[in-house]
């Protein structure tokens, strides 16, 4: 941060990017009673010494009582309240619910737990919790490799029983995300990485991952259509998918369709280019467990082969010509020449390309990418009173979903736009402590989901992520 300092950022106007400073009033509408709003000790569905330790030492680093009353609220929050960790088969489980939906996501839940990887190795009781999340997931996937969300009681009957899908038994949704199971994949090697565990890779969660392989081979779909369709009649065009419930044609150029994006919403054009840079991620990180501990280089090479053709198909296919921006990444393209130039809110987005491995910050085509998700020629950006971000289709227009400000602050290196976010995210919880879905701009009191742990464990993951790296910035007060 050099010079920078207090005095300084007081004065200044504005953030990183040309960004103008946001109109927010200083007092806002809630009281500064900073009173903890987790769960009583007691009340709490599981609890890691390792985690409380670090939110008093993180808490204490935090000057601006107001971001440290959230971060105690929102670190712990999946821990607190979605956690349901068992024994089964002489193995440890962990369903985690999303929050105020009670199935698991497996990108939700994978995104919840994540930052708590970090601890594991201070912590047996955490690093089984974890271990229960990747044996869940395991147990999902090998269930249906295509669905979104499962119940942990398989009797439970889902809302979307009548969805025009094979729904079976202990599936509450069943839309297929590539991102999903990309992220069954990360938090499996992310785990290893951080504990040298590798008890976890048993024989079920090498089944799962050659499951995965085959579904994002199939959604290649070069020889067929492949097995999964989808519709719905709830009357949401964003619930649904078109031609029979197998997407808008595409041309077969080696990329993975997607029928929906991590926010559920159905893709107009079925490659969707970030899942797809988060597909080569993941596909080389699981081939490098398949090398290192099963010593299996005929699978691992397999792996690597569709991550190398699909990252060849996204340089090729996805890097289109925007009229303002320049040479950027479309959020999905059909292999035909056509592109949608948009971004959303929910991870993986072209926002959170250096955050998901796939490229550097200071990339080129990523570094223009940026600048249009974060303008106003990307039509779900939205500017207000409270905030200006990245939302989406999902809730509408005028709504900036808080995952999107999470993110843009842990994708840049500046202080200012760092600040900036931060100063967003604690004008606009409505005086509840936590990170909601998302809000309207002009009045952060009409928000959507008061329990959304994702977000909230995110936001504890960024401000784990500044007491690290940049610790100058928490010891500002706003």
Not at 233 to 240: H, M, Q, R, V
Request: net charge neutral; charged share 25%.
């Amino acid at each position: 941060m050099g010079n920078f300092n207090r005095r300084e950022f007081i004065k200044k106007s504005s953030i990183g990017l040309g960004f103008a400073a946001v109109p927010f009033p200083v007092k806002l509408l809630w009281n500064d009673d900073y009173i903890s709003k987790r769960p009583a000790a007691g009340q709490r569905k599981f609890t890691s010494e390792a985690v409380e330790k670090t939110i008093k030492t993180v808490k204490k680093s935090i000057a601006d009582k107001e971001l440290a009353w959230m971060f105690e609220n929102c670190f712990p929050n999946t821990l607190d309240t979605t956690v349901k960790f068992y024994q089964k088969n002489n193995k440890p489980f962990t369903y985690v619910i999303t929050g105020d939906i009670d199935a698991m996501w497996l990108r939700d839940s994978s995104a919840q737990v994540y930052p708590y990887l970090s601890l594991a190795n201070e912590d047996e009781k955490l690093k089984d919790m974890l271990k229960g999340v990747i044996n869940k997931q395991v147990e999902c996937v090998l269930l249906d490799p295509y669905a979104n969300a499962f119940f942990d009681d398989a009797s439970k009957v889902s809302e979307w029983k009548n969805d025009l899908t094979e729904m079976k038994p202990g599936i509450h949704e069943r839309k297929w995300e590539v991102d999903s199971l990309c992220y069954v994949m990360r938090l499996s090697c992310n785990y290893w990485k951080t504990t040298g565990d590798a008890s976890v890779f048993d024989a079920d969660w090498k089944k799962a991952m050659l499951l995965i392989l085959q579904t994002f081979r199939e959604q290649q779909r070069k020889a067929s259509k492949g097995p999964y369709k989808f519709q719905r009649s709830n009357g949401n065009p964003l619930d649904t998918q078109f031609a029979g419930g197998y997407g808008n044609p595409t041309k077969k150029v080696g990329l993975i369709h997607s029928m929906f994006r991590p926010s559920d919403d159905a893709t107009f054009y079925p490659f969707l280019i970030s899942s797809n840079m988060f597909a080569v991620v993941s596909l080389r990180e699981t081939a490098e467990i398949f090398s290192k501990i099963f010593h299996d280089e005929n699978t691992a090479a397999r792996f690597r082969n569709l991550a190398q053709e699909v990252d060849a198909a996204i340089q090729k296919y996805a890097v289109l010509n925007h009229p303002e921006a320049g040479k950027i990444y479309a959020l999905e393209i059909d292999g035909f020449g056509n592109g949608l130039f948009m971004d959303d809110a929910n991870v993986p987005n072209l926002l959170s390309i250096p955050y998901l491995g796939y490229r550097s910050k200071e990339d080129a085509i990523y570094k223009n990418t940026r600048k249009f998700s974060l303008s106003k020629a990307n039509p779900w950006y939205s500017e207000g009173k409270f905030a200006k971000g990245i939302g989406g289709p999902h809730i509408g227009e005028h709504k900036i979903w808080p995952l999107g400000l999470i993110m843009q602050a842990l994708t840049t290196d500046d202080d200012h736009e760092i600040i900036s976010c931060l100063k967003m995210l604690k004008a606009t919880h409505a005086g509840t402590g936590f990170i909601h879905e998302s809000f309207d701009v002009d009045d952060p009191k009409d928000f959507t989901r008061s329990w959304f742990a994702w977000a909230n464990t995110l936001f504890g993951e960024l401000m784990l992520h500044l007491y690290k790296t940049k610790p100058e910035v928490l010891n500002l007060k706003f």
